[in-house]
């Protein structure tokens, strides 16, 4: 076999290679190929993660709105003779709509009952979850648990309740806008 025999394709070989794009092209394609992916990928990427920042975001919001709504009923479960008026005053600080309004009138007969009687309840919250949401508000279920005592009364009495919340968002500021007994 001399040199001139190798470079002749032999008779019945496979020519198939004769039609395989040139190696360019093939480059080319597979570079393609490779920054479409590339670009698919950091697509996912920042999607995904301006999907976390806003699940954090909601998750940190409803937790917002459950510390209020826990709050809300601290203060309300939390009152006693000597500071009657500051504990009011501190449920009002927060209260809204229908919520305020219930307390409307109604605040300096309250504090004589509360006085008179000397009335001293210490509240805790036993549990509290988030029941709806909406863009500018949340109801949240309440779970409390209140000791009472006063003139009548030798030792605290525990009494147990369960509320459900309204809280809404007024400007950034999250503010009780009803309160009611759940049975």
């Not at 002749?8 to 093939?26: C, E, F, I, M, Y």
């Not at 309300?76 to 003779?81: A, H, K, M």
């Not at 009335?119 to 709806?132: H, P, Q, R, S």
Request: charged share 25%; glycine share 4%.
């Amino acid at each position: 076999m001399n040199d001139t025999d190798l470079e002749k394709p032999a008779t019945g070989a496979n020519t198939s290679d004769v039609s395989a794009p040139p190696p360019s092209r093939l480059r080319r394609v597979t570079l393609w190929f490779a920054v479409v992916a590339i670009i698919a990928l950091a697509g996912a990427a920042v999607y995904l993660v301006l999907e976390l920042r806003n699940a954090d975001a909601r998750d940190t919001e409803r937790q917002q709105y459950v510390h209020a709504a826990r709050q809300t009923i601290l203060n309300l479960t939390s009152i006693t003779p000597e500071t009657a008026r500051d504990d009011i005053d501190r449920i009002l600080s927060t209260a809204t709509g229908e919520f305020e309004r219930e307390f409307d009138g109604r605040i300096d007969p309250f504090i004589s009952v509360v006085v008179e009687a000397n009335v001293a309840t210490e509240g805790e919250i036993i549990e509290a979850g988030l029941e709806t949401e909406t863009d500018s508000s949340a109801t949240v279920l309440v779970a409390a648990r209140t000791f009472v005592t006063n003139a009548a009364l030798e030792e605290p009495q525990p009494r147990d309740f369960r509320m459900r919340v309204t809280i809404v968002n007024e400007d950034g500021v999250l503010k009780t806008s009803n309160v009611e007994f759940v049975p």
